[in-house]
């Protein structure tokens, strides 16, 4: 198996180490990665100006490095860099990936969306830490290799899950092999915009966001409350919509 491995965190986050250890063994690994971090760029393309690509060796691992988004990473190394991809691994990223409001922003989701949308399945594996060095504390990175490589194998032996475009899953911030099936939870944090001062007197403003209390089931509340590993599957489809009451508002406006 051919083994595309990316994130938005760049070449020196500990989780790259920790996904690439994970799966070494398991097939033809390629990496590729932004040169910096692009955390929150969701499926964000670089339309104004060129991408380069280079080439490093970092910790015993041959990277290749763009200067572009996720998205950016997945469309070159598909279409330039590489024959064949068989699955496209994302992450593990630093902060967890759970809430409709987070997924729909993250680089380490947009990543494994554009491997999607190329009809190529993808797993996107992230870590409910705020801090890098809590990944590399020995308890933490042995269970995430473990649950990573038992994930990546069963993809290996048994297929990926038929119906669905991609596997996103949020480890907790203690070591655990306990998954859970998940649904998406609609919001993650509170919406909160702070207003302030530079030196010279000019206004700015910090975005901010607290957390809200997780509704049961969802995956901010296995991650979090439970302290499991939460497994949600997402499919890139938008039909799933109450036609009945698009058609009454289709019919409103070709009454006016």
Do not use: C
């Amino acid at each position: 198996m051919d083994i595309l491995i990316t994130n938005d965190d760049g070449p020196y986050s500990p989780g790259l180490k920790v996904l690439y250890e994970s799966v070494k063994d398991i097939g033809n690994i390629y990496i590729v990665v932004p040169e910096t971090p692009k955390s929150a760029s969701g499926l964000g393309i670089t339309l104004h100006k060129p991408l380069r690509v280079s080439r490093i060796n970092f910790r015993d691992m041959d990277i290749f490095l763009i200067n572009g988004t996720p998205s950016d990473i997945v469309y070159i190394a598909l279409n330039t860099l590489f024959d064949k991809i068989d699955l496209v691994l994302s992450g593990v990223n630093i902060g967890d990936n759970t809430s409709m409001q987070v997924i729909l922003s993250s680089g380490t989701i947009g990543a494994a969306a554009q491997a999607a949308l190329s009809g190529i399945p993808a797993v996107a594996f992230s870590v409910a830490i705020d801090i890098p060095e809590k990944m590399e504390e020995e308890d933490m990175r042995k269970s995430l290799k473990k649950n990573i490589k038992k994930i990546v194998s069963g993809i290996v032996s048994k297929g990926f899950p038929k119906g669905i475009d991609i596997i996103n899953i949020n480890f907790p911030n203690k070591p655990t092999n306990i998954f859970e099936l998940a649904k998406i939870a609609r919001t993650r944090y509170s919406n909160i915009v702070y207003e302030r001062k530079d030196p010279r007197g000019q206004k700015y403003y910090w975005i901010y966001g607290e957390p809200l209390k997780p509704e049961p089931g969802t995956d901010v509340y296995v991650v979090h409350v439970k302290k499991n590993i939460a497994f949600t599957p997402i499919k890139l489809d938008f039909k799933d919509i109450s036609r009945d009451s698009v058609i009454d508002f289709l019919s409103y406006l070709n009454k006016q």
